[in-house]
């Protein structure tokens, strides 16, 4: 990596100053909560969701590219580029880049472990949706890189899935970093326990030479770890006021959440669901504000888990608190979607 680095366009933390509007890149593995984090991002006036690419972890890429495509088709919005990523783990695809993060096994584990009772067979909790346009043909490492040169400098990239096509975008076009705007992933357990394994969590274990890779790379990331988002939650209230909100959307995305429900019960005796996603894309646009965000150096071990490690060549900001429940600003904000709230 060249030490002659582009400088970053804008620091750690996104603004609203001026009003401006944040245009947005987002690679999912959809996923209920990814759908939660869709809907949400279509609600902010403020945001233009440019395109969507769609990786292996919660379910396949293909069946994350029908499921975004069809949530799209609910939400009126078939002109979002939709781009279908490939099945492998991505193992391969960060070879000899300085990634700051331990060898991997690379042992072409099949991902989603633990996925299907959280997230259901297709991933949407059972529910089925309309079929959709049809997919961008283009690679979303691919989309992600048009996105950044045609708009250099405001592109900014949330991460709901593993990282394996941001990794692979990196490896494809090095100058990216110094294109895009801001970073933010959802996942890794820092200082909180994993979610597939005591440390690991399931973004960061199922591809973790690619976040290594993300996290490494000379740009502004924003980490939004199970530290924080296991602490921001939605009860069953939340579930229908959603369904009252009265759109096919709404209804559709209330459909998914039983089985989160009753997967996140079953292993914390509470019937309340973490925001992963929605929370991550509040934070990637502003919207919630993290009260406790060290910027930390990281590393991602083989296993998935992300520690503290003062060796690491690189900081990462890690979002551990916010300053206010962001539970009801992403339900209002859904619900909201056709209110026009400035
Ligand atoms: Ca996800």
């Known amino acids: 990596m060249a030490d002659e680095r582009v400088p970053r366009p804008v620091l750690h933390g996104v603004r609203h100053e001026g009003g401006g509007i944040l245009r947005l890149y987002l690679d999912c593995d959809t ?11 279509l609600a902010c006036p403020r945001v233009t969701l440019a395109g969507v690419g769609t990786a292996a972890g919660n379910t396949s890429a293909g069946q994350a590219g029908r499921n975004t495509l069809g949530l799209l088709h609910l939400a009126g919005r078939p002109d979002i580029p939709v781009c279908v990523g490939g099945e492998e783990t991505g193992g391969e695809e960060t070879g000899g880049e300085e990634t700051g993060g331990e060898e991997t096994g690379g042992d072409g584990e099949s991902r989603g472990g633990g996925a299907e009772p959280v997230h259901g067979s297709n991933g949407v909790g059972g529910v089925t949706l309309p079929a959709g346009g049809p ?10 890189i048009d996105l950044a040169r045609e708009h250099p400098g405001e592109l900014h990239v949330l991460v709901t899935g593993p990282a394996t096509n941001v990794a ?14 801001s970073v933010t992933v959802m996942g890794g357990a820092v200082r909180a326990p994993g979610n597939i394994t005591p440390r690991a969590e399931a973004n960061i274990r199922n591809d973790p030479r690619a976040a290594a890779t993300v996290l490494a790379a000379p740009w502004p990331v924003t980490l939004v770890p199970l530290d924080v988002t296991m602490r921001h939650r939605w009860t069953e209230d939340d579930r229908a006021a959603l369904r009252a909100g009265g759109t096919p959307l709404h209804e559709t995305l209330a459909a998914m959440l039983p089985a989160y429900f009753a997967s996140y ?9 973490p925001l992963h996603d929605p929370l991550a894309a509040a934070i990637a ?16 071990d083989a296993e998935g888990g992300v520690r ?12 551990l608190a916010l300053d206010s429940p962001a539970g009801p600003v992403i339900l209002r904000r859904i619900l909201a979607d056709a209110e026009s709230v400035a």
């Open 168 to 181: 692979r975008a990196l490896r494809e076009s090095p100058e990216l970093p110094g294109l895009v705007a």
């Open 135 to 144: 997919a961008d043909p283009r690679a979303p490492w691919q989309l992600l």
């Open 308 to 319: 503290e490690d003062q060796t690491a060549a690189s900081r990462v900001r890690v979002v």
């Open 285 to 300: 646009v502003g919207e919630v504000t993290p009260a406790d965000a060290p910027e930390l150096p990281l590393r991602v």
């Open 31 to 41: 996923g209920i909560d990814d759908a939660l984090a869709i809907a949400y991002l």
């Open 265 to 273: 019960e079953s292993r914390t005796g509470i019937r309340e669901i």
